[in-house]
């Protein structure tokens, strides 16, 4: 029993755990590199961040994501993290009506913690609601960042899976471009 | 709850269910040694190994060979993790796992449950990742495919004492399925935005001007294999939430078809193997229907929102979006978290920890039944199997007849080990669950107040027990006691599990399949469907309802009426 163990233990870990890995990884950087490498978005030779990875954007001039829940800094990528609050949960609650201001009928993905705290997307009526503070900031009419806005909302995979949303970072540097 | 949404659930259950058959019939050929052209092959390896796959043994050596290998595999990771800090391939320079932690980890992985005290990206080299996490999620998930194949061969064969060969089971289900399916659905992962790179983490300088620390890592094939082989433990500290390992509504999908295509194929593998394609195919109705009522009931509960939010202001359209991101949509998130919890998968694509009450009472519900609907790889099936012989002994009491499966007597021998089987399960979650509330250890754990605080103790024992692994995160799984108690709920549900059923085949492989009488009770058709769904409600499940009634039901009344904690 002891050579088929050991064997197969051993020869397992190495062929599952290190060759085909290690196979895998190679091949994948050479057919696949940009997704292999975490998707980058590069601008003038620097990484300014991944498309597919949430980043925090605090002030008016950018549409926001949604709440993050990451602990040391919202859209922490080092540290991924959702709030793991209850459905009862008081503190959650407290932090939503927080998030409202008295707004009412506020879509929920604005004022929720995203379940990876690096949620890239947002929903389109909660990009919607942001035009006005937008276009303010940046001095610009509210219909030239609604075409930007329309243009940057992604349908739904293959027609059907999942939902219409719009990539916080694309629509923000689409923002940018207009300058 | 929209038609999109329905529509969504049809396409996605359909390819599974339509690529569960040429996997049921590849996983029948290679359970009765019909490799084809890859027998060559396999004689190689095997010989290698010296393992002889014409010897077959009996069930207490099968069942010897399958403890020896696993216990080995445990030793070997818990070294792994224990000495990562001095291994290679460790380029964050993490730190060794600390001692209770290593149990925990090593024993969750070893045992296909992948519950995780600790978060990937801050705690696991490259090297434990790949080496000793990559390594058991194969190799439990193939243990369990090899132990579900012995025990048909005990219901395909009569007057038989050998089971097979657990050697030769474990090598070709890992080389013949898993290793070539993982590394297929990897690159699609890859395609699809799934980093697989030995890179550590690349630094980005965001539009505001700040620092984001993105991390990277081999995480597409682990990735595969998680799914593949229900293991469920995440590359990252958010599981498939994660944007690098559930990028999209499309990588979400292709990992729920992953996580419930082999269970269904052994069930059909079944069928063809005992020679009546009918009987794998009552199976899979049963384990199908509660596939999509679980589905049916977190859909309803999530989309219809949290009632105290909605009074507070937001939007009741999107329903609770508190831990779920926007890409993978309610009814996708639904059905996820229904075959996660299902399949003894335990990968999440929704936090758990903040569905509405009764959202979150579903796959704590489908666990404790048994994890049979559809179960993890291979001990779905034999689960099943109990619950099978079950359902045909209580249908014998009824009519006053010695019940009979597949030609089969079910004697008392074997009724007396599925009661035992079935009965591991309720005695770890509740006796476990119940000493932890009432001891601070315990307690001290608990992230929520009220009912909830509750329910998460109760999800972490069922999980553990269940060998499921998802988590109502809000609890501080990493102290001493619970990463002992767990790790013991994990090995009796496993273990405590598997020693009995493996009896149970020994004995039914010993008896003669005796042609069906006029007084046989048909096992292929919706009058036996409907008797063992009741029989896993009943006897799997109704032992619960008071634990449940104090948690996720007392807390939706306290919803209701608006009360928080």
């Keep these: 029993m002891l050579r088929p163990l050991l064997s197969l233990l051993l020869g397992g870990t190495l062929l599952l755990g290190m060759a085909v890995p290690v196979g895998v990884t190679a091949l994948a950087g050479l057919v696949l590199p940009e997704q292999a490498g975490g998707s980058l978005i590069r601008r003038e030779g620097q990484v300014i961040g991944s498309a597919l990875v949430g980043q925090d954007f605090q002030g008016d001039r950018w549409f926001q994501g949604r709440p993050s829940a990451t602990s040391a800094a919202p859209y922490d990528a080092s540290s991924s993290a959702a709030s793991q609050l209850g459905p009862t949960s008081a503190a959650l609650l407290e932090a939503i009506t927080t998030r409202l201001v008295g707004a009412r009928d506020v879509p929920a993905d604005a004022v929720t913690a995203s379940g990876s705290g690096l949620d890239p997307h947002i929903s389109v009526e909660n990009a919607r609601e942001q035009i006005p503070r937008v276009a303010a900031a940046r001095n610009l009419p509210a219909e030239r960042i609604f075409a930007i806005l329309e243009r940057s909302i992604e349908g739904r995979e293959l027609g059907l899976l999942g939902e219409p949303r719009v990539n916080v970072l694309r629509l923000n540097l689409a923002l940018e471009a207009v300058r | ?565």
């Design chain 2, 1 to 565: 709850m929209t038609m999109i949404g329905w529509a969504q659930i049809a396409l996605v259950l359909g390819c599974a269910l339509v690529l569960a058959v040429p996997i049921g019939a590849w996983l029948a050929a290679m359970a009765q040694g019909r490799l084809g052209p890859l027998a060559r092959l396999d004689t190689a390896v095997l010989r290698v190994a010296g393992v002889d796959a014409a010897r077959g043994q009996a069930w207490q050596s099968y069942l010897l060979a399958m403890l020896a290998f696993n216990a080995a595999g445990f030793v070997l990771l818990y070294a792994l993790l224990r000495l990562q800090d001095v291994l290679p391939l460790n380029p964050q320079s993490f730190d060794g796992i600390p001692p209770y932690l290593a149990f925990n980890t090593a024993l969750s992985f070893v045992t296909n449950t992948n519950w995780q005290a600790y978060s990937g990206e801050v705690a696991m080299s490259h090297l434990s990742q790949m080496a000793g996490l990559t390594v058991q999620n194969f190799l439990s998930a193939a243990t369990g495919i090899a132990l579900a194949f012995a025990v048909i061969r005990a219901f395909a064969a009569g007057g038989v004492t050998q089971l097979g060969n657990f050697w030769a089971d474990l090598t070709r289900v890992t080389l013949f399925l898993l290793l070539p399916g993982a590394v297929l659905a990897a690159f699609a992962f890859i395609a699809m935005g799934v980093p697989q790179t030995l890179e550590a983490s690349v630094t980005a300088t965001t539009l505001e001007g700040g620092e984001q620390v993105i991390p990277l890592g081999p995480v597409g094939f682990q990735l595969a294999i998680k799914h593949l082989g229900t293991n469920g433990g995440g590359f990252f500290g958010v599981n498939s939430l994660h944007p690098f390992e559930g990028p999209s509504a499309l990588a979400t999908s292709l990992q729920i078809i992953l996580q419930v295509v082999i269970p269904f194929g052994l069930c059909l593998a079944f069928g063809r193997m005992v020679g009546d394609a009918q009987q794998g195919r009552a199976l899979l109705a049963v384990m199908l229907g509660f596939v999509l009522a679980a589905t049916l009931a977190i859909y309803a509960a999530e989309a219809a929102g949290n009632p105290l939010h909605i009074a507070a202001g937001v939007s009741p359209t999107q329903g609770n979006m508190e831990g779920k991101d926007v890409r993978f949509g309610l009814a996708l998130a639904a059905l996820f978290t229904a075959t996660t919890t299902g399949a003894s998968c335990g990968a999440v694509n929704a936090m758990l920890d903040s569905f509405t009450p009764l959202g979150g009472l579903v796959p704590l519900f489908l666990i404790q039944l048994g994890e049979v609907l559809p179960g993890g790889v291979g001990s779905g099936l034999y689960g099943m199997l109990v619950f099978a012989l079950l359902a045909v002994f209580v249908a014998g009491l009824m009519v006053g007849r010695t019940p009979e499966y597949l030609g089969k007597k079910v004697q008392a021998r074997e009724v007396k080990l599925a009661m035992l089987a079935v009965l591991v399960l309720p005695a770890a979650i509740l006796g476990l669950a119940g000493l932890s509330l009432v001891l601070e250890v315990g307690t001290a754990s608990l992230q929520d107040a009220g009912p909830h605080g509750l329910t998460e103790m109760l999800y972490a024992f069922t999980s553990a027990a269940g060998n499921n692994g998802s988590a109502f995160g809000g609890l501080t799984a990493d102290t001493p006691w619970l990463n002992t108690t767990l790790g013991f709920a994990m090995l009796a549900g496993r273990f405590g599990f598997v020693i009995p059923v493996l009896a149970i085949a020994g004995s039914l492989a010993a008896k003669p399949r005796a042609p069906e009488g006029a007084g046989t009770l048909p096992t292929h058709g919706p009058l036996f469907a409907g008797l063992l769904a009741g029989v896993i409600l009943i006897l799997g499940g109704l032992q619960y309802l008071p634990a449940l009634a104090l948690g996720p039901i007392a807390e939706h009344v306290a919803m209701l009426a608006g009360q928080s904690f």
